[in-house]
């Protein structure tokens, strides 16, 4: 079984798969509508391609094969080996979210900062059509975020969900979306994780915001570049109106950018800024192809006017993980380890998610890297040129040490 499938089925090594056929009926029953399928990684080379060569690439590869939501892929590409995640499937007849492809069937492939598709007709696809918001952990979990139970849903029925009632019904009734919401916690608990994935849920063109990037010596620029973060999502609005694709802009650090007014009076940039960003969230009141994350761990710090209605008006503490969702996150981190056999049996997770009470997400995630940097530094000779990497196996002595060493640092968090 591949890498890729052992990502996709959630798989560790060694364990018991059981296997079940599926009775294909006869066409046209199964044939797809529809297939969108986003972009997970293109070994970080840019493509760019138009719309009718790359459909014809994949039906030559893939025809008559049978695809589903959340199906992880290889698609080869004029040399390009591209990851790709099926993002929704839709039958011809039926409800499904599986079928066959055909020269028929509607392909859409959502762009990305390396992946740009030209000549492609515009499929707006606010929310996935199978979301299942009564299990968030399930579908979190599909999109490689740990730790959570249903703890979103609110957040979701308030922010997301909206979105998808239709622009025209939405105006009838006067409802207005609820313009972004801040994620504040500790340090290291997935705050960014979490406004990727919901970035991804509402196949959404991502922007993250990093507050130190927005600030500059020269007049005028730190506000030029805040007023730069909405052009693209302008430009959509101008362009195609209420079937503007939606835009999610995440402001990594808010308080970096974004502190009380006049708690610095010779500091007027900051202040400066802050107005820039409250006349361009104003500006989008009534709009609806914007969506506002911010992440920071000192919430006191953020002006209090940009948190009024209309604005990031919802609020939601991100914590450390309980046991159950340590031991959920130490699952996702060794999984690779454990496929390569790279995982000692003498490893308890049990046991290190009751040991690593108040470890963040990334304490954790450090904490089996270390183990395995450990690992591999014992598996190293006299002559590093004859190391056999393949031997290195990471033990309890291993994570033991490593546990011991993230203590003795204040853990990464």
Same mark, same amino acid.
């Given at each position: 079984? +591949?890498?890729?499938?052992?990502?996709?089925? %959630?798989?560790?090594?060694?364990e018991?798969?059981?296997?079940?056929?599926?009775?294909?009926?006869?066409?046209?029953?199964?044939?797809?509508?529809?297939?969108?399928?986003?972009?997970?990684?293109?070994?970080k080379?840019?493509?760019?391609?138009s719309?009718p060569?790359?459909?014809?690439? #994949?039906?030559?590869q893939?025809?008559?094969? &049978?695809?589903?939501?959340?199906q992880?892929?290889?698609?080869?590409?004029?040399?390009?080996?591209?990851?790709?995640?099926?993002?929704?499937?839709?039958?011809?007849a039926?409800?499904?979210?599986?079928?066959?492809l055909?020269?028929?069937?509607?392909?859409?492939?959502?762009?990305?900062?390396l992946?740009?598709v030209?000549?492609? /007709?515009?499929?707006?696809? &606010?929310l996935?059509?199978d979301?299942? $918001?009564?299990?968030?952990?399930?579908?979190?979990?599909?999109?490689?975020?740990?730790? #959570? +139970?249903?703890?979103l849903?609110?957040?979701?029925?308030?922010?997301?969900?909206?979105?998808?009632?239709?622009q !025209?019904?939405?105006? !009838?009734?006067?409802?207005?979306?609820?313009?972004?919401? $801040?994620?504040?916690?500790?340090?290291?608990?997935? /705050?960014?994780? &979490?406004?990727?994935?919901?970035?991804? $849920?509402?196949?959404?063109?991502?922007?993250?915001?990093?507050?130190?990037?927005?600030?500059?010596?020269?007049m005028?620029?730190?506000?030029? /570049?805040?007023?730069?973060?909405f052009?693209?999502? &302008?430009? %959509?609005?101008? =362009? /195609?109106?209420?079937?503007?694709?939606?835009?999610?802009?995440?402001f990594? =650090?808010?308080?970096?950018?974004?502190?009380e007014?006049?708690?610095?009076?010779?500091?007027?940039?900051?202040?400066?800024?802050?107005?820039?960003?409250?006349?361009?969230?104003?500006?989008?009141?009534?709009?609806?192809?914007?969506?506002l994350?911010?992440?920071?761990?000192?919430?006191e710090?953020?002006?209090k006017?940009?948190?009024?209605?209309?604005?990031?008006?919802?609020?939601?503490e991100?914590?450390?993980?309980?046991?159950?969702?340590?031991? =959920?996150?130490?699952?996702?981190?060794?999984k690779?380890?454990?496929?390569?056999?790279?995982?000692s049996?003498?490893?308890?997770?049990?046991?290190?998610?009751?040991?690593?009470?108040g470890?963040?997400g990334?304490?954790l995630?450090?904490?089996?890297?270390?183990?395995?940097f450990?690992?591999?530094?014992?598996?190293?000779? !006299?002559?590093i040129?004859?190391?056999?990497?393949?031997?290195?196996?990471?033990?309890? !002595?291993?994570?033991?040490?490593a546990?011991?060493?993230?203590?003795?640092? +204040?853990?990464?968090?």
């Amino acid at each position: 079984m +591949g890498s890729e499938a052992d990502d996709f089925l %959630d798989l560790l090594y060694g364990e018991v798969v059981r296997l079940k056929s599926f009775p294909i009926p006869p066409p046209p029953d199964l044939e797809l509508s529809t297939l969108g399928l986003e972009v997970e990684d293109t070994g970080k080379r840019p493509i760019t391609a138009s719309h009718p060569h790359i459909t014809k690439d #994949f039906l030559q590869q893939f025809k008559g094969q &049978i695809f589903c939501k959340e199906q992880l892929l290889f698609f080869e590409h004029r040399g390009a080996r591209v990851h790709m995640r099926v993002s929704f499937a839709t039958q011809k007849a039926g409800n499904a979210c599986r079928g066959k492809l055909v020269k028929q069937t509607e392909i859409h492939f959502f762009e990305s900062d390396l992946f740009k598709v030209s000549d492609q /007709k515009e499929v707006k696809m &606010i929310l996935r059509r199978d979301l299942n $918001i009564h299990d968030l952990a399930a579908e979190m979990k599909s999109l490689g975020v740990g730790g #959570f +139970g249903n703890e979103l849903k609110d957040v979701f029925s308030m922010l997301v969900v909206p979105r998808f009632i239709p622009q !025209e019904y939405a105006r !009838e009734v006067r409802c207005k979306y609820k313009q972004g919401i $801040i994620f504040h916690g500790p340090p290291g608990t997935g /705050k960014t994780l &979490i406004a990727r994935a919901i970035s991804k $849920i509402v196949n959404g063109k991502l922007q993250i915001v990093r507050g130190p990037e927005i600030f500059s010596n020269f007049m005028g620029s730190s506000e030029a /570049k805040i007023r730069a973060v909405f052009n693209s999502a &302008i430009n %959509d609005l101008i =362009e /195609k109106g209420d079937k503007s694709p939606l835009h999610v802009i995440v402001f990594d =650090e808010l308080d970096s950018i974004a502190r009380e007014k006049g708690i610095n009076p010779s500091d007027t940039t900051a202040d400066r800024v802050v107005n820039q960003l409250l006349t361009m969230i104003d500006g989008y009141s009534e709009l609806s192809n914007v969506l506002l994350v911010g992440t920071t761990n000192q919430l006191e710090l953020i002006d209090k006017a940009l948190m009024r209605p209309g604005r990031f008006e919802l609020h939601m503490e991100i914590g450390l993980p309980n046991e159950a969702g340590r031991k =959920e996150i130490l699952r996702i981190n060794v999984k690779r380890l454990q496929w390569k056999g790279a995982l000692s049996s003498s490893v308890n997770l049990d046991e290190l998610a009751k040991e690593t009470k108040g470890f963040s997400g990334a304490a954790l995630a450090a904490l089996i890297q270390t183990a395995f940097f450990l690992a591999v530094t014992r598996a190293v000779p !006299e002559n590093i040129a004859d190391t056999v990497w393949a031997d290195a196996k990471v033990e309890q !002595e291993d994570i033991d040490r490593a546990f011991g060493k993230l203590k003795l640092t +204040g853990r990464t968090d």
